[in-house]
């Protein structure tokens, strides 16, 4: 099998270690076991800088789309209305889980090259006294936007409300502080920044928020709240954990450590991303998101200015070289999309734009 390196936003590229962990059938019920999924669940609060008292972590099983329907379902009562803030696809699911679980909401859409702004957001809650929650995305991966979730934590929180964020690609490369943010509830998952493998996502919860919360669930395996309760026993997962994730996850919240903590990881993509989008530039590629707001995730590039040019072309040509892009996601402009999260270093980066420009000139003497 050719191998080759994914420069996607999760998932991404794992370490050989992480992936050898996987090569363990693991009970599910023995003391080590329930032992690795608590000190998991106190490594996760630690990472987001939130106290034992105030705040605890719920595991849930599925991917991330799971860990954001599974809050919304379960902590928007039917008395409660939510207001969502979107400014791409992953804010448009959103709108989807609060459709099909009949939920009360309302959506405030932004551009998708423009952050959802904390000024209109207060004014809405102003006008509609009724909303009792707001959700929005902090890495929007569509586009690669990284929104301000500080100033609408700000005017969130002053307002009363409760506050909802997607941080799944940004958790980990990017330091947040959720109990100074005020934020109740932070949804990731275990195969982005965190570098582990798809299997389960993880919620940081603010404890009071999830207590009252109960009975409020629409769906049985969905439940945040008695997920929690069972979980909160022992460290037994309420239904069959998918365990070789869970162990492979263990072992790269270790090497996070190793390597220094969020501030080093969040360097490392940091300099990635500057890197990328400096040589793309220099090979005539411009972003879709300007420099003020660019997260340093993923990268949204317009497609070059060559009437030859065909994204599937390139794909299997640099897919061909050891690395996997991503296509774009933005409905209104041609673009394609490259990660620079996992193990992805400095080297990566120049070789995927080397194998860009080598494409570029292919193309032209075609
Ligand atoms: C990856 C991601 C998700 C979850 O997607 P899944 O395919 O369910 O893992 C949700 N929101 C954002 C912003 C993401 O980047």
């Known amino acids: 099998m050719k191998t080759y390196k994914l420069l996607t936003p999760g998932p991404l590229t794992t370490t050989e270690t992480v992936k050898k962990e996987m090569m363990v059938d693991h009970c599910t019920w023995d003391d080590d076991y329930k032992k690795i999924t608590q000190e998991i669940r106190n490594e996760l609060l630690r990472l987001a800088h939130a106290d034992k008292s105030n705040y605890t972590v719920v595991l849930m099983q599925g991917s991330g789309t799971f860990g954001v329907e599974s809050v919304l379902s379960s902590v928007v009562g039917e008395e409660d209305k939510l207001l969502i803030a979107a400014n791409g696809a992953y804010g448009n699911r959103m709108e989807e ?18 952050i959802p702004s904390a000024e209109k957001i207060e004014k809405i809650l102003k006008d509609d006294s009724k909303i009792t929650h707001v959700s929005m995305i902090h890495s929007e991966t569509t586009s690669g936007i990284l929104n301000d979730i500080e100033a609408v934590a700000k005017v969130v929180k002053e307002a009363g409300k409760v506050f ?20 109740d509830f932070l949804v990731s998952s275990a195969n982005k920044c965190i570098q582990g493998v798809p299997g389960f996502s993880f919620i940081i919860c603010k404890r009071d928020e999830l207590e009252k919360s109960k009975e409020k669930a629409r769906t049985l395996s969905l439940n945040l709240y008695e997920q929690w309760k069972t979980m ?25 450590q190793e390597e220094g903590g969020i501030p080093e990881r969040a360097k490392r993509y940091r300099e990635n991303n500057k890197l990328l989008i400096e040589k793309m530039r220099e090979l005539g590629i411009e972003t879709y998101i300007d420099s003020k707001h660019q997260g340093p995730i993923i990268t949204t590039f317009f497609y070059p200015k060559d009437s030859n040019f065909n994204f599937q072309d390139m794909y299997d040509f640099i897919k061909e070289r050891g690395y996997a892009i991503y296509p774009g996601k933005v409905t209104e402009a041609d673009t394609f999309r490259i990660g620079n999260i ?20 292919s193309n032209r003497s075609k």
Do not use: C, Q
């Open 232 to 256: 909160e026993i022992d460290g037994k997962w309420r239904f069959t954990s998918p365990t070789h994730v869970v162990l492979a996850f263990y072992k790269a919240l270790k090497e996070l």
């Open 97 to 114: 889980i609060a459709k099909l679980n009949k939920i009360p909401y309302v959506i405030y859409k932004e551009d998708y090259d423009k």
């Open 164 to 183: 909802i964020v997607d941080a799944m690609s940004s958790f980990a490369g990017v330091d947040i502080d959720v109990e100074d943010l005020r934020i």
């Open 342 to 361: 996992g193990e992805i270093y400095r080297e990566d980066i120049l070789k995927v734009v080397s194998i860009f420009k080598e494409f570029l000139e």
